[in-house]
């Protein structure tokens, strides 16, 4: 028999890992996570680009729709999410989507971008822009673009609620770290509460280090606690690993290999991770847009079976399949979800046996509809017998 101060010793050895393991790992996020982060080059943002989007979705139902496999009441609800929240999660672009302009051009963008932004009536939930990198070619210009939109935005106040900034193409631990500096830097400069940013994983070197180590792990850690965000790069990744143009794609086994990395970094953190784009837009004839329509939506659906339940869009016209596939999506699995949670929860037989993880990831599933729109809360607890508050405490 083990003498009884034994688990005391166990504790004692183990007390710094149970510490170190609860800080770097402190479960799922506890706010909504959107379904997509809608791009736009600053030099085209305005305070009405939520609107002219969500008039820009409309229209290419009007002119274009129906959506493929989608019927009458289920366009209804598209429209009625499009006109409520047409943009979840919004970046103004400043990198690749933006270019290369000279210092006074992107100075005036800047700023300009900063007042739209203070002067938007119809803020998204999660909004902030994408710099550009720490690369020593583009390190000064990304922060002094940085920090003229800070100094514009606010001008008109506090920084909007799910303020973030996105830092693209991370190839060392070292540049998050200085990006950690940065911020908070800038919140002494600027009396600014806890900045946040997103890393961009979009280069090789982030995937696998030069001594064979896979760095978003600890690119994410080194954040401490102020990364909300791991974003795939598509095109930019594909690219560096030679990957023909025609073959360049969110679904190319390299993209798969990168996500899944990204995947497996972020579990049990609570930084949610985010698919890239197509770059097939839904413009042209309404041939072209019924074509780039069915290959955006199966893309999303794609990405959301292999748990990647956010990505981005790049044209107005992208919203009817993104919202279409992601509340079929939710609405499809609804059902299954519900049966399922039940009888884990009153023990009961069935054809499924689910453990606690699986019981957390069918709450997760229905929180995420929930969230998004595709699902009511109240149904789901009448058939479920779970409110939303139980649903929560059950991740």
């Known amino acids: 028999m083990l003498d009884p101060s034994f688990a005391d010793r166990l504790d004692?050895?183990?007390a710094d890992d149970d510490a170190e393991r609860g800080r770097r790992y402190p479960g799922?996020?506890?706010?909504?996570?959107?379904?997509?982060t809608v791009y736009v080059p600053a030099d085209r943002f305005a305070e009405h680009t939520v609107v002219e989007w969500r008039a820009g979705a409309l229209a290419a139902l009007d002119q274009h729709g129906p959506l493929p496999a989608v019927d009458a009441a289920a366009e209804a609800t598209l429209r009625d999410k499009m006109a409520a929240e047409p943009i979840e999660d919004l970046r103004i672009d400043f990198e690749d989507g933006y270019g290369v302009r000279d210092d006074d051009a992107e100075d005036?963008?800047?700023?300009?971008?900063?007042?739209?932004?203070?002067r938007m009536r119809d803020v998204p939930r999660f909004v902030g822009l994408r710099m550009k990198s720490?690369?020593?070619?583009?390190?000064?210009?990304?922060?002094?673009?940085l920090e003229l939109f800070l100094e514009s935005l606010l001008g008109y106040g506090s920084l909007p609620r799910g303020f973030r900034v996105t830092l693209p193409k991370v190839t060392s631990v070292r540049?998050?770290?200085a990006m950690v500096e940065l911020c908070a830097a800038l919140e002494s400069a600027y009396t600014l509460p806890t900045l946040r940013f997103e890393l961009q994983i979009e280069t090789p070197q982030a995937i696998l280090?030069?001594?064979?180590t896979a760095l978003v792990a600890p690119m994410l850690h080194a954040a401490l606690g102020?990364?909300?965000?791991l974003h795939y790069g598509t095109y930019d990744y594909s690219a560096s690993l030679g990957i023909a143009a025609a073959q360049q794609s969110m679904e190319h086994p390299v993209a798969d290999h990168a996500k899944a990395v990204m995947l497996v970094a972020a579990a049990g953190t609570g930084v949610p991770v985010c698919d890239g784009s197509t770059n097939v837009l839904p413009v042209g004839g309404r041939e072209q847009v019924q074509a780039a329509w069915a290959l955006h939506a199966r893309l999303v659906r794609r990405s959301l079976e292999r748990g990647y339940y956010q990505g981005w869009d790049l044209h107005p016209a992208q919203l009817p399949t993104r919202f279409a596939a992601t509340f079929a999506f939710y609405r499809d699995g609804a059902d299954p979800a519900v049966a399922r949670l039940r009888a884990y929860r009153d023990r009961a037989g069935s054809g499924v046996l689910d453990e606690p993880a699986t019981?957390?990831?069918?709450?997760?599933f229905l929180l995420r509809g929930i969230d998004c729109g595709a699902l009511d809360a109240v149904d789901v607890a009448a058939r479920a017998g779970l409110d939303v508050e139980t649903l929560r405490a059950l991740l």
């Open 134 to 145: 720490l690369e020593g070619a583009t390190r000064r210009r990304g922060l002094r673009t």
């Open 209 to 212: 280090g030069a001594d064979g």
């Open 12 to 14: 004692a050895l183990l």
């Open 359 to 364: 019981a957390r990831a069918l709450a997760g």
């Open 28 to 36: 799922p996020a506890a706010g909504r996570q959107p379904v997509h």
């Open 108 to 118: 005036e963008a800047a700023r300009a971008a900063g007042i739209a932004l203070g």
């Open 226 to 229: 102020r990364c909300v965000g």
């Open 175 to 177: 540049q998050v770290e």
